[in-house]
């Protein structure tokens, strides 16, 4: 059975930082793209960020870009995501995903297991 767990999340006051974690178990995903969701209420969940599974590749959301940096350990099976300069508007529940195809995967379709979020909140 595959599982994703995420940990690290918090409450931070704006401009601080978290870190987020996320190992699976049951699978490795060490040739698949991984990634970071998050959905904020009465909001769709968006892509926040995604990495290959060298590490060579990734996609930021274009508000994140700069302030938050993936990465990942396949010999760990873990992803992390490290958010620096935090805002309100990054309030959400986050979530990591792996995809269950092979290469990377910008394609929010293709990622088929998923945590079970971790709550992340920014006090202004």
């Known amino acids: 059975q595959v599982q994703l767990v995420e940990s690290g999340g918090g409450l931070v006051q704006a401009g601080g930082s978290l870190r987020v974690s996320c190992t699976a178990s049951?699978?490795?995903?060490?040739?698949?793209?991984m990634g970071w969701f998050r959905q904020a209420p009465g909001n769709e969940r968006e892509v926040v960020a995604i990495?290959?599974?060298?590490?060579?590749?990734?996609y930021y959301k274009d508000s994140v870009k700069g302030r938050f940096t993936i990465s990942r350990d396949n010999a760990k099976n873990t992803v992390y995501l490290q958010m620096n300069s935090l805002r309100p508007e990054d309030t959400a529940v986050y979530y990591c995903?792996?995809?269950?195809?092979?290469?990377?995967?910008?394609?929010?379709?293709?990622?088929?297991?998923w945590g079970q979020g971790t709550q992340v909140t920014v006090s202004s």
């Open positions: 990495i290959s599974w060298s590490g060579g590749l990734t």
């Open positions: 049951g699978r490795t995903f060490s040739r698949s793209s």
């Open positions: 995903a792996a995809a269950s195809v092979r290469g990377y995967s910008e394609m929010t379709s293709d990622y088929d297991y």
